[in-house]
C-alpha cells in the first residue's frame, strides 16, 4: 500500500521524483544497473517523457501518476511474441507519436500503439 501511495504522490509531484522513476524503469527493461543510466527530459506532451541511454541501449520513457512505460519496448516484446524470438533481437523506430516500425524475428511489421487508463500499452500491427 505505501508503493501505491507513493506512486500517487510522484504523479502530483513528479519534479520531486526527478528522473529516478524513468531511470528505475528502463535499468529493470534493459538489464542495466541504474547507477550508469542517463536521463534527459524531452518537450512534454500530454505526459512527461524522457529520453533514456545506458549500457549501449536507448528508448523513450513516458510517465504519469507515478508509472513510467517505454512504447518502443512494448512493440518489441509484442513483435517478438508474435514472431518467435527475444525482444532483445526486435528495433523498434518511432515514425511519430504512437507509430512504430519494428525490425527482428526475420519480418518487419508496423504497430499503432495506445493507453489505457491504467497505463497499459495496447500495440497492435497494422494490417
Known amino acids: 500500500m505505501k508503493r501505491a501511495n507513493l506512486g500517487l504522490f510522484?504523479?502530483?509531484?513528479?519534479?520531486?521524483?526527478g528522473p529516478s522513476?524513468?531511470?528505475?524503469?528502463?535499468?529493470?527493461?534493459?538489464?542495466?544497473?541504474p547507477d550508469v543510466v542517463d536521463v534527459r527530459p524531452l518537450t512534454p506532451a500530454s505526459a512527461e517523457r524522457y529520453a533514456v541511454q545506458g549500457c549501449g541501449k536507448n528508448l523513450e520513457i513516458q510517465c504519469w501518476d507515478g508509472k513510467c512505460v517505454s512504447p518502443a519496448y512494448e512493440v518489441q516484446r509484442r513483435h517478438a511474441r508474435e514472431y518467435g524470438c527475444l525482444p532483445s533481437a526486435?528495433?523498434?523506430?518511432?515514425?511519430?507519436?504512437?507509430y512504430f516500425i519494428a525490425d527482428g524475428c526475420g519480418h518487419r511489421a508496423n504497430y499503432q500503439c495506445r493507453f489505457d487508463p491504467?497505463?497499459?500499452a495496447r500495440c497492435e500491427a497494422e494490417r
Open 10 to 17: 510522484c504523479g502530483a509531484m513528479l519534479t520531486a521524483c
Open 90 to 98: 526486435v528495433t523498434a523506430v518511432d515514425r511519430e507519436e504512437g
Open 21 to 33: 522513476l524513468p531511470a528505475a524503469e528502463f535499468a529493470k527493461i534493459q538489464n542495466c544497473d
Open 118 to 120: 491504467l497505463l497499459v
